[in-house]
T-cell receptor, first 113, second 119 residues
Framework: QKEVEQNSGPLSVPEGAIASLNCTYSDRGSQSFFWYRQYSGKSPELIMSIYSNGDKEDGRFTAQLNKASQYVSLLIRDSQPSDSATYLCAVINSGAGSYQLTFGKGTKLSVIP | DTGVSQNPRHKITKRGQNVTFRCDPISEHNRLYWYRQTLGQGPEFLTYFQNEAQLEKSRLLSDRFSAERPKGSFSTLEIQRTEQGDSAMYLC?????????????????FGPGTRLTVL
């Protein structure tokens, strides 16, 4: 059973602070890792993808991947109230011939003005 | 708007009725996926098409569910004899290979979803 685990939160941070979201996965063959943002009542929006160990930065977002520890994280710098949403971690093991995203349950982030 | 579109956006039906949803992927995306999401959960994979071929189907998917993508463009998802447990958001996503990483094919972009309520 492939599993993706996230703390459900809620995670509350003050405006301007760094929000740190964490995710672990069980399938050691996973090759592609994604962070989606989902506002209440809306569909998931892809915000970051990462495929190799290390950090990947895009604006205020930094994704970190450690395949040895089976760990993915998302850092949001200078958090804004508009960042308040549920953040979903997702992985794919396309090497197994599967292209389905396996999602965690999401972490709810609240940015307090 | 060149994103994924889904219709209808909302559907209310009575138990036992059949329902059909439509998904139009991003233009020229040859991969199309269906997921289902219930409250407090992440999306759950249902099925996947590459062009018109259905290549992967969740083992959890009931025989009451069927999906098609007849011409490799839009797709339909039909649920027969709906049950109250089918109430969920049904999400469609699409992807395509880009000039970037070989894994970019896996970057899936979601439509707005169809919210199904079974009474």
């Amino acid at each position: 059973q492939k599993e993706v685990e996230q703390n459900s939160g809620p995670l509350s941070v003050p405006e301007g602070a760094i929000a740190s979201l964490n995710c672990t996965y069980s399938d050691r063959g996973s090759q592609s890792f994604f962070w989606y943002r989902q506002y209440s009542g809306k569909s998931p929006e892809l915000i970051m993808s990462i495929y190799s160990n290390g950090d990947k930065e895009d604006g205020r977002f930094t994704a970190q991947l450690n395949k040895a520890s089976q760990y993915v994280s998302l850092l949001i710098r200078d958090s804004q109230p508009s960042d308040s949403a549920t953040y979903l971690c997702a992985v794919i093991n396309s090497g197994a011939g599967s292209y389905q995203l396996t999602f965690g349950k999401g972490t709810k982030l609240s940015v307090i003005p | 708007d060149t994103g994924v579109s889904q219709n209808p956006r909302h559907k209310i039906t009575k138990r036992g009725q059949n329902v059909t949803f439509r998904c139009d992927p991003i233009s020229e995306h040859n991969r199309l996926y269906w997921y289902r999401q219930t409250l407090g959960q992440g999306p759950e994979f249902l099925t996947y098409f590459q062009n018109e071929a259905q290549l992967e189907k969740s083992r959890l998917l009931s025989d009451r569910f069927s999906a098609e993508r007849p011409k490799g463009s839009f797709s339909t998802l039909e649920i027969q004899r709906t049950e109250q447990g089918d109430s969920a958001m049904y999400l469609c996503a699409s992807s395509s290979k880009t000039s970037g990483s070989i894994f970019s094919y896996n970057e899936q972009f979601f439509g707005p979803g169809t919210r199904l309520t079974v009474l």
